[in-house]
């Protein structure tokens, strides 16, 4: 059975920082390229940022200079550090695992981030 658990979510003051974990279970880690996602009210989910088994990394531009991806092929978790927030940050932020050869895509359950004074 797969599984994404999310973690590291809450409420944070602007200029704050975060840093979320999605520990994943039940698939060969290092096969995926793993990824962050956010979903705020009444808007479409968006990429945040990926990241290969390589660590080759991409970011949306809203968050780049902001936000870090990276991952422990070891511990088969991705984190995302996420600094200096801004209110526009605040949303749902889902993992993803996406196999690097098949059609095959899981999603965690998500984790809120609030940014607010």
């Known amino acids: 059975q797969v599984q994404l658990v999310e973690s590291g979510g809450g409420l944070v003051q602007p200029g704050g920082s975060l840093r979320l974990s999605c520990a994943a279970s039940?698939?060969?880690?290092?096969?995926?390229?793993m990824g962050w996602y956010r979903q705020a009210p009444g808007e479409q989910r968006e990429a945040v940022a990926t990241?290969?088994?390589?660590?080759?990394?991409t970011y949306a531009d809203s968050v780049k200079g902001r936000f870090t991806i990276s991952r422990d092929n070891a511990q088969n978790t991705v984190y995302l550090q996420m600094n200096s927030l801004k209110p526009e940050d605040t949303a749902v932020y889902y993992c993803?695992?996406?196999?690097?050869?098949?059609?095959?895509?899981?999603w965690g359950q998500g984790t809120q981030v609030t940014v607010s004074s």
């Open positions: 993803d695992a996406k196999h690097s050869f098949v059609i095959r895509d899981y």
């Open positions: 039940g698939i060969i880690f290092r096969m995926y390229v």
């Open positions: 990241i290969t088994s390589d660590s080759t990394t």
